[in-house]
């Protein structure tokens, strides 16, 4: 196949897909090491409680029992790191509490590991573990921001008295309030933004190996970023210098966030297997997922619109609470901050905004970046009360957003929250997703709908996300402890095939073909000669990973970055054979040609030379053709978009239906739009899922009344319509391949245009406002609220 | 899973023994698809299984006069794709056909739904609005005697269900609310015209499991329509309540379904 049908912007199939599909990927728990044994955690069944005694005698005493471990054993050891520190209005920096790998005189959440039982079956241990007697005394918990802040409520940690974290505000408040008393009109909205558990299809697992001979560990793990496990755990928690400590991050199965952060299982398999001289397996079961990864979301918040007397916004400002759940993982912190706070300002031209955000401890897993982090929070609050003010104003909703969006000539846009949007066209994206909706025929169909004792509701909402995630000298300024470039090594081999190491890392979305196409291009060499390979710290260069749609503005520009360092040494080597000028040397479609002649040197010539260097500058050259870069990428990029969505609602029952669904994404330039559209059909499956089926719901105690798919809702198939996807381009301006990203959109832009689609539904019964899920409960509810008169 | 004593008995008679003598710890499995997740999650752990599988006999569907009768092994794939079924009573083969996934469907069984009878299960309620007759071993047992709450059923020490005869009913339907989680029915009704009379069931809804609803079966005697049980209320006092659906909930989804239930029965 010729490169030009595998290259940038062709929709080439996923050639990961035929292992995956095939039963032939390679995840953590399919890897077994000789001698392996297994683990299983003990975990709390409380959501709060002093642990006053625990026995392991006959744990330790039962059938393949090799050891047991306990908080006691952990309490010289660090506890899990927080990688960004927040700091509160008042200048004090955020309460930090440590986060022991298994809970020491206390557990914080249902789940929290207790001990772990090391035997020579996944069973025995089981079957031990369970012979573990645990004292407990119960304390009051706190399943919810509003019980953990209420007074005399039992402090989750005793360093953080009033269950508070921090109180942090962005913004200029003076500003701001001036703005209001000026507005014609002020629209205000309290809304939940529900709690959700990520449940990637693959399970967190975790296989711990020493070797005594060489003194290495190495680690397999469910990781969106080897990388940075190995230096939270290595540096941070156990001790161990980088180069005795391997992290390999095989295939994995979806993350969704979940797989970013350092969990105890890692540092606990990696630990116990030097104490007990064999490997270590953990797998998580269904149920542990629930009650140990990282869940996401979970805010309450007020949030006020000012208008003038025609539309305009004049002023925005929000109040949030942020769960952050019993611990602070990883990247807690700068979800409801950095990647909440700074998205306020939408696709609009508001001048003036201020937000504040209360970060509160509860009885419940800790919360951190779930698909979006942050920014699906922000655009439900803007788009919703956008929606409400035009409800209020008699307006169309696409009219009143498209008299506030940032116009095109605006750009580069610097918004009152922070950021610098590089380039976008709103105005397109919204013509483009009326047009692809079919807005004309609405009122037909309503009609329609309403002759089958239907209510059809129409839902509009616009995005914008921050992504690209991020210029290290911007993110260390705001509290990250890490920096966030991305790094990659492209090793040409002497006949001319590649092989490139990336920094990011794929659990599902289509590296190894995206990348691929890049290199391909780029060399003009077909796509069947390079490999791309990720996902282990002993062959990848350096790398932060993949999350924040990321992978292809910073990966693959430390990719692009790579490739220029190996065309320009290929251009030395090349003008040495044909004994030319190295400035008249051009490469193109696969040849270094000397310019202005029919004199060329295929790329995999230039190859074979510099590996076997028997005509090659060995005085000013060193021979090989293997290249590393870092990027440090120079801003965020901003993914923006427009989304119809039409429901039904069945007032019987409560049931909504979602008859169609169209998106307009403006994602840059597009690699392969296939895996593009697919990437943004889970992203909506998923922010559908969030605005009608799912959420986590903790009861009064702290108990998770929400722990297995009997109760937590799913989206299926049958649950969702068939997408219209379509794009717009305007190019990333600070990058070469001038793209953004795509890999949240739709779970950012959808919970808001399906809320606004139902609102609109039920809007003949003076409803203005659901919280999600909008489940046919919820719903049925509402219209039963509603006045008698209109039902 | 905890370690139990498996066996496979060759005759309905050595499956009544050993179910017997194993006492209280012991479980008859039929299809497996409640049993084996529930063991799985170390939420039951019976010391004895005794495995019904092997006794084909209590497999199959016959046409008898003016009823059809079930074998207690039958899979839900076979009641829903029997032609028998579907002409005889098309209302039980949808039900069935609407059963769990297609795994469940092509395991799951009959005999251990109603023998198990969870309350959110939907064979109860065509068990219970057909008047259907449950055969055992040892008896037979009319379906207003069977489901005795929760879990329960009339069901002795020793006694295995081998069959269940469904009386061919002039006119029935059944119509599930699904829990959107697992999908189970927050509310099933079937509603059935037969030659005794009309009979409405509920399932999913009840506290003590199945029911079936007077007041709806005397307003359809009259006038099967869904209009003439427009104002039949059903209390949400003794109905449950999750984080899924209220009582109050339940109580009105009962009436919309009994009434898409009549109107699709016709």
Not at chain 1, 61 to 84: H, M, Q, R, S
Not at chain 1, 222 to 246: C, D, W, Y
Not at chain 2, 54 to 76: P, Q, R, S, Y
């Amino acid at each position: 196949m010729a490169p030009n049908d595998t290259g940038i912007g062709a929709s080439v199939r996923r050639r990961e897909d035929y292992r995956f599909l095939t039963g032939q990927g390679t995840y953590t728990d399919d890897i077994n090491r000789p001698n392996q044994t297994y683990a299983w955690i003990v975990r709390s069944p409380h959501a709060h409680a002093t642990i006053k005694s625990v026995d392991t005698k006959a744990a330790k005493a039962a059938p393949g029992v090799i050891a047991v471990y306990t908080g006691e054993d952990f309490k010289a050891i660090n506890g899990l790191p927080c990688g960004w520190l927040v700091h509160s209005r008042d200048g004090k920096p955020m309460i930090e509490p440590k986060h022991p790998i298994l809970a020491h005189g206390k557990v914080r959440h249902v789940g929290d590991p207790v001990a772990v039982v090391i035997a020579e079956t996944k069973a025995q241990a089981r079957d031990a573990a369970e012979k573990i007697a645990i004292d407990y005394a119960a304390l009051p918990a706190a399943g919810d921001m509003k019980a953990a802040l209420a007074p005399g409520a039992k402090p989750v940690h005793d360093e953080a008295p009033g269950n508070l974290c921090f109180d942090w505000e962005l913004g200029d408040k003076a500003a701001t309030d001036a703005a209001f008393s000026k507005a014609a009109r002020v629209v205000k909205l309290d809304l939940v933004n529900n709690r959700l558990v990520p449940n990637a299809m693959e399970p967190r697992a975790a296989i711990g190996e020493y070797d005594r001979a060489t003194g290495e560990h190495t680690l397999y793990t469910t990781s969106q970023n080897p990388h940075v496990i190995r230096l939270l755990m290595g540096a941070f928690v156990l001790g161990l210098p980088e180069h005795k400590l391997r992290v390999v991050a095989p295939d994995v199965g979806g993350g969704f966030g979940s797989k970013i952060y350092h969990y105890a299982e890692e540092a606990i398999v990696t630990w116990a297997s030097k104490q007990v001289g064999r490997p270590i397996k953990w797998t998580a079961e269904r149920s542990e997922s629930f009650m140990s990864d990282a869940h996401g979301r979970d805010h309450v918040t007020h949030a006020e619109l000012a208008l003038d007397k025609d539309g305009k916004f004049l002023g925005f400002k929000s109040e949030t609470l942020a769960n952050m759940g019993g611990y602070l993982s990883t990247f807690a912190p700068c979800i409801p901050t950095y990647l909440h706070g700074t998205l306020l300002a939408g696709n609009y031209a508001t001048p003036a905004i201020w937000t504040n955000v209360k970060a509160v401890f509860t009885n419940t897993v800790p919360v951190d970046a779930y698909r979006g982090a942050g920014r699906p929070e922000a655009t439900f609050i803007l788009e919703r009360i956008i929606d409400k003010a035009a409800r209020e104003l008699k307006m169309d909703p696409a009219e009143l957003r498209r008299r506030n969006y940032i116009k095109p000539e605006q750009f580069p846009y610097q918004t009152p929250v922070a950021l610098v949007y590089d380039t976008g066209n709103y105005h397109a994206t919204l013509d483009q997703v009326l047009k692809l909706s079919d807005a004309a025929g609405y009122e037909k169909r309503k009609a329609e709908s309403k002759a089958r004792g239907k209510l059809r509701g129409r839902g509009i909402a616009s995005y914008i996300e921050a992504c690209g995630i991020a210029p290290s000298n911007v993110v260390g300024s705001l509290g990250a402890r890490a920096g966030l470039y991305e790094a990659a090594n492209v090793r040409v081999n002497p006949t001319g095939n590649v092989t490139v190491f990336t920094g990011s890392h794929a659990h599902g979305q289509g590296h190894e073909t995206t990348f691929a196409q890049v290199v391909s291009t780029m060399l003009g060499i077909p796509m069947d000669q390079v490999e791309i390979s990720h996902g282990d710290t002993n062959r990848v260069p350096f790398g932060m990973g993949t999350y924040g749609s990321r992978s292809i503005a910073v990966g693959g520009t430390a990719i692009v970055k790579a490739l220029d360092k190996i065309i320009a040494k290929g251009k030395k080597i090349a003008a040495h054979l044909m004994e030319a000028a190295e400035a008249d040397i051009e490469f193109k479609d696969g040849k270094f040609t000397v310019a202005g002649t029919d004199k060329s040197t295929p790329f995999g010539a230039v190859a074979l030379a510099a590996y076997v260097p028997h005509k090659y500058p060995l005085e000013t050259l060193e021979p090989g053709l293997d290249e590393t870069a870092f990027y440090d990428p120079k801003n965020f990029t901003f993914p923006a978009g427009s989304y119809v969505c039409e429901v039904e609602v069945d007032p019987e029952t409560g049931v909504v239906e979602v008859q169609s669904f169209a998106a307009a994404d403006d994602f840059g330039r597009l690699i392969n739009p296939m895996i593009v559209e697919g990437q943004v059909h889970g992203g909506l499956g998923q922010g559908i899922g969030q605005a009608l089926l799912e959420t986590c719901v903790y009861d009064k105690d702290g108990q998770l009344q929400t722990g297995s798919y009997m109760d937590y809702t799913m989206p299926r198939a049958d649950d969702l319509p068939s997408f219209k996807v379509a794009h717009s381009v305007t190019a990333c301006t600070h990058n070469p391949l001038g793209v953004k990203g795509c890999g949240e959109a739709g779970a950012i832009g959808a919970p808001p245009t399906v809320i606004n689609a139902v609102i609109d539904a039920l809007s003949e019964y003076g409803v203005t406002h659901l919280d999600m899920p909008a489940t046919p409960h919820r719903v049925w509810q509402a219209i039963q609220a509603a006045q008698p008169a209109k039902r | 899973m905890y370690e139990f004593a498996y066996h496979r008995p060759s005759s309905l008679a050595d499956a009544a023994k050993l179910i017997l003598e194993a006492g209280d710890n012991g479980k008859l499995m039929a299809g497996g698809q409640t049993l084996i997740p529930t063991m799985k999650q170390r939420l039951a752990s019976p010391g004895t299984v005794v495995d019904l599988g092997a006794l084909k006999d209590l497999a199959g569907i016959k046409v008898e006069g003016n009823a059809v009768a079930i074998g207690a092994t039958t899979t839900h794939a076979a009641v829903a794709a029997s032609k028998d079924v579907q002409a005889k009573i098309k209302a039980l083969a949808e039900l069935a056909e609407g059963i769990g996934d297609r795994q469940v469907r092509h395991l799951g069984t009959i005999g251990g739904s109603i023998a198990n009878n969870d309350p959110a299960a939907d064979y109860p309620a065509a068990v219970l609005g057909l008047g259907a007759t449950i055969t055992t071993n040892q008896r037979k047992i009319a379906a207003d005697e069977f489901f005795k709450g929760l879990f329960e059923t009339a069901l002795k020490p020793g006694e295995i269900i081998t069959a269940v005869g469904f009386p061919v009913p002039e006119k029935a339907a059944y119509m599930k609310f699904r829990n959107p989680a697992s999908r189970y029915a927050i509310v099933g009704v079937f509603v059935a015209k037969t030659a005794g009379g009309v009979r409405v069931a509920v399932t999913g809804a009840g506290q003590g499991g199945v029911f079936r609803v007077p007041d709806m079966e005397k307003a359809l005697a009259g006038n099967f329509s869904a209009k003439a049980i427009e104002g039949v209320k059903v209390a949400a006092t003794s109905l449950n309540a999750d984080i899924h659906a209220s009582a109050e909930y339940r109580a009105h989804l009962i009436g919309v379904m009994a009434r898409r239930a009549v109107t699709a029965a016709g």
